[in-house]
């Protein structure tokens, strides 16, 4: 039995996101399978991962 290797989340700030660059950024999270928590003054806010990795995680039980 193969376990996951544990995935180590990308940060980024919440300024791209202000400046237009949100597709870009979910693109590259939905294409590369990433998972990106999204920072406010240096505090994480928001985690966003791509719709495979959420049913992967529906799919085992967990309450998100």
Do not use: C, H
């Not at 996101?17 to 597709?23: D, I, R, T, V, Y």
Request: net charge positive.
């Amino acid at each position: 039995m193969s376990k996951k290797k544990p995935v180590l989340p990308d940060y980024e700030s919440v300024t791209p996101f202000l400046k237009g660059q949100a597709s870009k950024i979910f693109k590259e999270v939905a294409d590369n399978d990433k998972v990106l928590i999204v920072q406010k003054q240096n505090k994480p806010q928001n985690v966003v991962i791509s719709y495979k990795r959420y049913l992967e995680l529906k799919k085992t039980g967990a309450d998100i």
